[in-house]
């Protein structure tokens, strides 16, 4: 039976069991269902945030994120509160995830922004937060691709800076003050560089003489970035991916079977699914 005879319910569980890669025939039969998948794809993305299976190498760990992948590709805006959710968190769980799409919301451009600001106004307790500050980045390359969206972009920026030297230090701010200098924000420099002179800047992260480099016709050119999301180059990549961890892990293995080089260590646990499957699947290895 070929994907085209298969029944939404039937390829739906194709995508949810394909583990990390999706084959090109799986994406283009995906795409043309749109309409008859979204609402499916939107109630996995959703669920998949409670996934807790029991091996960790079980393809469904997988299944959030090509759900997430499809729905960028539809531009599906009934997606972003759950985006928005995901990216808000500080659960070990959604952070894995956000790993997964980083950028991946500029593609859905203007649209995004009011759930970016959300996350980026999403009270950390002065902490950094990898999310807030993926939301900050994404506004960033929104503002620079669509300009009508600049002043929005900068105000949601502005609003993260202290309206006082002395107020609690907020990791944060380092990455925003980044941002605004992508940006080229001049109405910013002045409480910057107060900033910089109270030392609430993590100078050896972004010096001063960077900051005020953003500034100068030597500044790099914004990169541009594709309206909609290339669901098939993204596969195709994980694809080569995983073709060259599975050759160089094959290396290895032959290497010390012959002699030529040590036992491996203990791995170490990774934080990334994708990597988790790996360890599984070619050396055996399991956190549990």
């Known amino acids: 039976m070929t994907l085209f005879q298969l029944s939404h319910a039937e390829l739906l569980e194709k995508i949810e069991t394909a583990g990390p890669v999706l084959s090109v025939k799986l994406i283009e039969e995906g795409m043309k269902r749109q309409d008859a998948l979204t609402p499916s794809l939107l109630e996995i993305f959703a669920a998949s945030r409670a996934d807790d299976w029991q091996q960790a190498f079980d393809p469904r760990w997988f299944r959030g994120e090509h759900a997430g992948k499809f729905l960028i590709a539809y531009q599906c805006k009934e997606a972003l509160p759950t985006f928005a959710q995901i990216f808000a968190s500080s659960n070990d769980s959604d952070m894995d995830k956000v790993e997964w799409f980083n950028m991946d919301l500029a593609h859905f451009g203007e649209t995004a922004v009011p759930w970016l600001i959300d996350v980026l106004k999403t009270d950390t307790q002065g902490n950094y937060h990898y999310g807030r ?56 420099r002045e409480i910057i560089a107060a900033m910089y002179q109270a030392g609430l800047i993590e100078a050896d992260m972004l010096p001063l003489a960077d900051y005020l480099a953003a500034f100068t016709d030597e500044a790099p050119a914004p990169p541009e970035v594709a309206q909609r999301f290339d669901i098939f180059a993204f596969y195709e990549e994980r694809r080569h991916q995983e073709d060259h961890q599975v050759k160089m892990t094959g290396r290895r293995n032959l290497l010390r079977r012959q002699g030529y080089i040590p036992p491996a260590p203990d791995p170490e646990p990774y934080t990334n699914r994708f990597s988790r499957w790996f360890n599984e699947r070619l050396i055996g290895f399991s956190e549990e």
């Not at 202290?162 to 990791?171: G, K, L, N, R």
């Open 133 to 188: 500050a993926v939301a900050a980045t994404t506004l960033k390359i929104i503002a620079w691709q669509q300009p009508e969206t600049r002043d929005v972009v900068l105000a949601a920026l502005r609003a993260m800076l202290p309206q006082t030297m002395d107020a609690p230090v907020d990791e944060m701010w380092t990455h925003i003050v980044l941002e605004l200098a992508d940006l080229q924000d001049g109405d910013s």
